[in-house]
């Protein structure tokens, strides 16, 4: 069983930047590959960006490349999602995933690719 916790979300304006963090619990956290997802109210949950366990492969929706960067410290148990250049239409909830152990070498943009899942942190940009 992996627990996630999430933090780092608040309100910022337009064009402004957030950095996420996800602190993961557990003694195997590189053998799990990580992604971010977000919710719009009124919306269904997307994916953002996901990394290997040993954080040598990334993989980012079209909607936020060149703006988010996804990383991981496995010695702190812990992915950061550095979010630069935030627009109105970034507001969401944000959570972060865990995917299933032993398939770190595995990212996917899909939700049932990933069985543990954080509480979520509220970002809200304002324009």
């Known amino acids: 069983q992996v627990q996630l916790v999430e933090s780092g979300g608040g309100l910022v304006q337009a064009g402004g930047s957030l950095r996420l963090s996800c602190a993961a619990s557990?003694?195997?956290?590189?053998?799990?590959?990580m992604g971010w997802f977000r919710q719009a109210a009124g919306k269904e949950r997307e994916f953002v960006v996901a990394?290997?366990?040993?954080?040598?492969?990334?993989y980012y929706a079209e909607l936020v490349k060149g703006r988010f960067t996804i990383s991981r410290d496995n010695a702190k148990n812990t992915v950061f999602l550095q979010m630069n250049s935030l627009k109105p239409e970034d507001t969401a909830v944000y959570y972060c995933?865990?995917?299933?152990?032993?398939?770190?070498?595995?990212?996917?943009?899909?939700?049932?690719?990933?069985?543990?899942w954080g509480q979520g942190t509220q970002v809200t940009v304002s324009s």
């Open positions: 990394i290997t366990g040993s954080g040598g492969t990334t």
């Open positions: 557990g003694r195997t956290f590189s053998s799990y590959a």
């Open positions: 995933a865990a995917g299933p152990p032993g398939q770190g070498a595995v990212v996917g943009s899909r939700d049932y690719e990933y069985d543990y």
